[in-house]
């Protein structure tokens, strides 16, 4: 993602409750809402950036979510419009207003890349259980099959299997986690308690 413009500190934010943008997964949006079309027409005019929030029970967001940026966009007859929103990194919320659209001051989570090989043999295990999971001849499971023989970081790892996961809780369990080992290890019980679902 080397082109893209330095992140903001302030960015416009979409508030979803249970919706969680994983870096690099790519997330559909359909932008129907007045304050999100001015939103969104005001991030492609200029850095393409905008924020995905949860929304917490007492009506607040969560302090941790994501920033992306839009990577295709279709504006239809009714005004509303279809994005690809794709995600970037992890962020840190701060002080939410609303008006004209919400809008969020943030900090960029800082996360190693760099692989640890002590995880090696859980990056394994993760493998070996995903294909498991999804051992049904899908497109997911093609997907799966060209991640995992790819070379990544292990949070790039984690962050695209997490994104595939069906269950809203486990997958926004996962993208606040920041330790990269306790990551990997949720993840790996996520899928285990999947496959032995069924």
């Not at 997911?140 to 809203?168: G, N, Q, R, W």
Request: overall charge negative.
């Amino acid at each position: 993602m080397s082109e893209l413009p330095d992140f903001p500190d302030t960015t416009g934010v979409m508030i979803l409750p249970w919706t969680s943008l994983f870096p690099s997964a790519m997330l559909p949006l359909h932008i129907f809402e007045e304050r999100y079309r001015v939103m969104c027409n005001h991030a492609l005019a200029g850095n393409r950036m905008f924020a995905i929030a949860h929304a917490a029970d007492d009506g607040t967001i969560a302090d941790i979510g994501s920033l992306g940026v839009i990577r295709a966009a279709v504006t239809n007859e009714d005004a509303t419009s279809n994005l690809i929103l794709q995600g970037v990194h992890r962020v840190k919320f701060d002080v939410l207003t609303m008006e004209p659209y919400p809008q969020t001051s943030l900090s960029i989570l800082s996360e190693s890349q760099d692989d640890d090989p002590s995880l090696a043999p859980l990056r394994k295990k993760i493998g070996e259980v995903c294909c498991r999971a999804f051992d049904k001849e899908t497109d997911t499971l093609h997907y799966l099959k060209k991640h995992l023989s790819a070379p990544a970081s292990d949070s790039a790892f984690t962050d695209v299997i997490s994104s595939i996961l069906t269950d809203p809780q486990s997958r926004r369990a996962l993208l606040e986690e920041l330790d990269i080992k306790a990551r990997m290890q949720l993840l790996l019980h996520s899928l285990e308690h999947d496959s032995a679902a069924g």
